[in-house]
């Protein structure tokens, strides 16, 4: 179970982390660091390491816990809170950014062993022993870190699992389909922003006033879309036949102001001739 | 752990080769190229171009009745489905139609009543911004597009409405909105007839500060 | 134009559904169910969802000893390569397979087994802080997603796995997800009898609870 503990961290250390870099150091990790707590020259490196490694201050006291062979339900608190110490000091003293967890459980650990130091209760269970929360989270944990690795075990796609790959014959691919609109919908669109909008209302529901906004969009569009070399179009090819007399005075209307505000312009090149309207500037 | 030791032998019988072939056309996600098969695939193996050919071929076979055939195009072999099933298997890849959003089609209507109309403009009547998504989306369904710039500062696009806006939801003219409206609304708000001449000139008057460029 | 015909007809043999079936399948681009073969495929036709599992599970047994296979997984059936090809296979790919840090992966595991669960709830089994990418990671493959809020100070989101999830690793249901190892085996004493939640028992009891969702 120690051997194993240790393997696993091992392995999932080498391929777990995705962005960690090969350090000339890996062969150490975990081994030659925690072999003799005692010893108190670690190299610097070897500290990040054991950040790196571990997934928080749970994860680092299961592991040394395991290392020690010590039983999790009989958890020897003085003895872990002091290795714990050992490398938290280090950590502290080499001004290596700890994250806080770290420190909060060094702080947990020196509460459990002081309560441990008080005179015992007569009635002992669980709940009496500081310890027990303790032990119920490193147990928990360890549960959810196992299972993790034997998700990472499973087979997967992109490593374990290959997909095929048909397309249809000739490749033929579906236009993609565009958005349904219902003209309901837009007109209560109109509705909303009309009602929100209150000068929209009076200027806006005149249809001469539509039409010949829109004719004028519509004139501008069709004289951008000449040539430079052929900048002309004809006065009468803006007029549609099919409109009737009102179509005619609208797009009358709107050559008019187009002409007024100095958007287009109309010239005949010869006496009687076609008028020819083309954009101005 | 026998598929390691197959290679190490350097041997393949075509009961080995076979699924091997098939799998690596089924997985390759472009044609495969015999070529390719060689250098990757069989890399450790001395296998014929024949020998390749043969296999691919009792592959085509086996493929015959099924829903797939395997092909051979330009840059290697694939598997496809009959042509037959292209009909229904089209209904696959059907998309559900995307709805569009409310500030969308309220952009769109303001586009429509109120052209040449700059995104500043429209903005200012909605009391929202308005994201060019949305722009972009009725720009790439040909319903809107820019038909010139106002000559003010930064020159903001001026939009307007194309025919197939019109054509999309059957009118024939812009000034049927309104009245589809009117019709549809309950509401018998009194409409203001006093003032057409007025409203019809400050839009014009409006017109007047825009100047189109080209 | 044969197939159209046979559309109108509303009636398709067993040979004819096979092909069909295999084809859609193949080249669906992802998982497909019997529900999807049935609405969007086969939606001409009036066939049982028993009728198209038989003629699955025929498919199934045809791919037997090929070089690929038909599994079914969470969302619906798929083709795959049988895995004995992998390592050849693998050749043809130039991109490695992620590898997932134990963070991600503990985290992931934390949602699978608890779901709905919080960020803060998941921090607290931990015992440190779960970084806003992994979250992100989780969600952008499709893996995990919000599916409520819990009614606590702050209305934290609570997170549960989609199909996809299981998709990726080849599973059917949460159910298959590897058990979890009992409190009992990890230490020799037995577990206080008043803390059942991590039980292995009570793990599975609340996931059979759930559904996922899609």
């Given at each position: 179970?120690?051997?194993?503990?240790?393997?696993?961290?091992?392995?999932?250390?080498?391929?777990?982390?995705?962005?960690?870099?090969?350090?000339?150091?890996?062969?150490?990790?975990?081994?030659?660091?925690?072999?003799?707590?005692?010893?108190?020259?670690?190299?610097?490196?070897?500290?990040?390491?054991?950040?790196?490694?571990?997934?928080?201050?749970?994860?680092?006291?299961?592991?040394?816990?395991?290392?020690?062979?010590?039983?999790?339900?009989?958890?020897?608190?003085?003895?872990?809170?002091?290795?714990?110490?050992?490398?938290?000091?280090?950590?502290?003293?080499?001004?290596?950014?700890?994250?806080?967890?770290?420190?909060?459980?060094?702080?947990?650990?020196?509460?459990?062993?002081?309560?441990?130091?008080?005179?015992?209760?007569?009635?002992?269970?669980?709940?009496?022993?500081?310890?027990?929360?303790?032990?119920?989270?490193?147990?928990?944990?360890?549960?959810?870190?196992?299972?993790?690795?034997?998700?990472?075990?499973?087979?997967?796609?992109?490593?374990?699992?290959?997909?095929?790959?048909?397309?249809?014959?000739?490749?033929?691919?579906?236009?993609?389909?565009?958005?349904?609109?219902?003209?309901?919908?837009?007109?209560?669109?109109?509705?909303?922003?009309?009602?929100?909008?209150?000068?929209?209302?009076?200027?806006?529901?005149?249809?001469?006033?539509?039409?010949?906004?829109?004719?004028?969009?519509?004139?501008?569009?069709?004289?951008?879309?000449?040539?430079?070399?052929?900048?002309?179009?004809?006065?009468?090819?803006?007029?549609?036949?099919?409109?009737?007399?009102?179509?005619?005075?609208?797009?009358?209307?709107?050559?008019?102001?187009?002409?007024?505000?100095?958007?287009?312009?109309?010239?005949?090149?010869?006496?009687?001739?076609?008028?020819?309207?083309?954009?101005?500037? | 752990?026998?598929?390691?030791?197959?290679?190490?032998?350097?041997?393949?019988?075509?009961?080995?080769?076979?699924?091997?072939?098939?799998?690596?056309?089924?997985?390759?996600?472009?044609?495969?190229?015999?070529?390719?098969?060689?250098?990757?695939?069989?890399?450790?193996?001395?296998?014929?171009?024949?020998?390749?050919?043969?296999?691919?071929?009792?592959?085509?076979?086996?493929?015959?009745?099924?829903?797939?055939?395997?092909?051979?195009?330009?840059?290697?072999?694939?598997?496809?489905?009959?042509?037959?099933?292209?009909?229904?298997?089209?209904?696959?890849?059907?998309?559900?139609?995307?709805?569009?959003?409310?500030?969308?089609?309220?952009?769109?209507?303001?586009?429509?009543?109120?052209?040449?109309?700059t995104r500043g403009e429209i903005e200012e009547i909605r009391g929202v911004a308005v994201s060019s998504y949305i722009i972009k989306t009725l720009q790439e369904r040909?319903?809107?597009?820019?038909?010139?710039?106002?000559?003010?500062?930064?020159?903001?696009?001026?939009?307007?409405?194309?025919?197939?806006?019109?054509?999309?939801?059957?009118?024939?003219?812009?000034?049927?909105?309104?009245?589809?409206?009117?019709?549809?609304?309950?509401?018998?708000?009194?409409?203001?007839?006093?003032?057409?001449?007025?409203?019809?000139?400050?839009?014009?008057?409006?017109?007047?500060?825009?100047?189109?460029?080209?």
């Amino acid at each position: 179970m120690n051997n194993n503990s240790i393997k696993h961290n091992q392995e999932i250390n080498e391929q777990g982390e995705m962005q960690q870099q090969v350090l000339p150091l890996a062969l150490i990790r975990g081994e030659a660091v925690i072999k003799k707590p005692q010893d108190l020259f670690i190299p610097p490196d070897a500290l990040e390491i054991i950040l790196d490694t571990f997934e928080g201050p749970l994860d680092f006291l299961l592991y040394l816990i395991r290392k020690q062979k010590f039983d999790i339900m009989d958890l020897p608190v003085a003895a872990i809170t002091e290795q714990y110490m050992v490398y938290v000091d280090l950590m502290k003293n080499i001004k290596l950014e700890l994250a806080a967890e770290y420190l909060v459980m060094a702080a947990i650990l020196a509460e459990i062993k002081s309560r441990l130091l008080l005179p015992k209760l007569v009635v002992e269970n669980d709940e009496d022993d500081p310890r027990a929360e303790l032990v119920r989270r490193l147990q928990e944990y360890e549960v959810f870190k196992n299972a993790a690795q034997e998700l990472d075990q499973l087979p997967r796609l992109e490593r374990d699992t290959i997909l095929t790959n048909v397309a249809l014959a000739d490749d033929f691919k579906q236009a993609r389909v565009m958005a349904d609109v219902d003209l309901a919908e837009l007109l209560s669109a109109l509705s909303d922003v009309m009602k929100r909008n209150a000068a929209f209302e009076h200027h806006h529901i005149q249809k001469e006033v539509l039409s010949t906004r829109e004719r004028m969009t519509f004139i501008l569009q069709k004289l951008k879309q000449t040539s430079s070399a052929q900048p002309f179009v004809e006065f009468s090819h803006l007029f549609g036949a099919d409109e009737g007399r009102k179509g005619v005075v609208v797009t009358f209307l709107a050559i008019l102001e187009l002409i007024k505000e100095s958007l287009i312009e109309c010239m005949q090149t010869k006496i009687y001739g076609q008028i020819q309207v083309r954009l101005k500037g | 752990m026998s598929d390691i030791e197959n290679i190490r032998k350097k041997t393949l019988t075509d009961a080995e080769l076979k699924p091997l072939l098939e799998a690596a056309v089924f997985v390759a996600g472009k044609p495969l190229s015999v070529a390719r098969m060689k250098e990757i695939l069989l890399a450790d193996y001395r296998l014929s171009t024949k020998r390749i050919k043969v296999i691919l071929n009792q592959l085509k076979e086996d493929y015959n009745d099924r829903g797939i055939e395997l092909v051979e195009v330009a840059s290697g072999y694939r598997f496809q489905a009959q042509t037959a099933h292209n009909e229904q298997l089209l209904a696959l890849f059907k998309e559900k139609a995307p709805r569009f959003s409310r500030a969308l089609l309220e952009t769109l209507v303001l586009i429509a009543y109120k052209q040449p109309i700059t995104r500043g403009e429209i903005e200012e009547i909605r009391g929202v911004a308005v994201s060019s998504y949305i722009i972009k989306t009725l720009q790439e369904r040909g319903w809107v597009k820019v038909i010139g710039h106002k000559e003010v500062p930064g020159r903001p696009s001026l939009y307007g409405t194309n025919k197939e806006f019109l054509d999309y939801f059957s009118l024939t003219s812009l000034s049927q909105l309104p009245q589809l409206m009117a019709v549809t609304e309950l509401s018998d708000e009194p409409k203001p007839s006093n003032e057409p001449q007025t409203s019809k000139g400050s839009e014009l008057a409006k017109i007047a500060e825009l100047s189109v460029s080209h």
